[in-house]
């Protein structure tokens, strides 16, 4: 666990400093308005894949409770990337139908596409199978599985409604 965080987060700095870097030496003219905010986006859900897999880690290894706070947070993250990828999909159509330039085109819906698998991939089906269990189970049961993000949210709204009871 602790290396998916860590992975997620390097990957979100790098593609931040590389991807603008090599833009911009290509020599082509960048359409910024069209492969930037998709790649923010991206980063934005990496961004949260590292800081779950960095509280999942601490949770293993320190034999503590996820903080409190972890479900509403990314209730709010899942629900903001709804948003942003519909907002992205829109602009990414609105700038095709403008006439833009298909390099900048292929790459904001390249990135526009890795951010919902991303987004998939933590809030709705486990799209990432990286151990030879994990691959062994998809081949026995050929279901992909909730991921651990989405289970954690789950279980967290259980508790609550029991503790709402209670009270």
């Not at 993250?77 to 948003?83: A, E, M, Q």
């Not at 949210?153 to 409604?161: E, H, N, P």
Request: net charge positive.
């Amino acid at each position: 666990m602790k290396y998916l965080g860590t992975s997620e987060a390097v990957i979100a700095a790098v593609a931040l400093a590389v991807l603008p870097a090599y833009w911009m030496s290509a020599g082509a003219e960048v359409a910024w308005s069209v492969r930037l905010p998709p790649l923010l986006l991206v980063c934005y859900i990496l961004v949260q894949g590292a800081l779950y897999w960095a509280l999942k880690y601490r949770q293993y290894a320190r034999g503590v409770a996820l903080p409190l706070w972890l479900a509403g947070l990314f209730r709010f993250f899942r629900l903001s990337n709804v948003i942003a990828l519909a907002v992205a999909a829109v602009a990414l159509v609105f700038t095709f139908q403008r006439g833009a330039a298909a390099t900048d085109l292929a790459w904001g819906a390249g990135l526009w596409a890795f951010a919902m698998l991303e987004h998939i991939n933590y809030y709705h089906w486990q799209l990432m199978y990286d151990t030879r269990g994990a691959l062994r189970r998809l081949r026995q049961t050929r279901r992909l599985r909730r991921p651990m993000l989405a289970e954690d949210i789950l279980s967290a709204g259980k508790i609550d409604q029991v503790s709402a009871q209670q009270a």
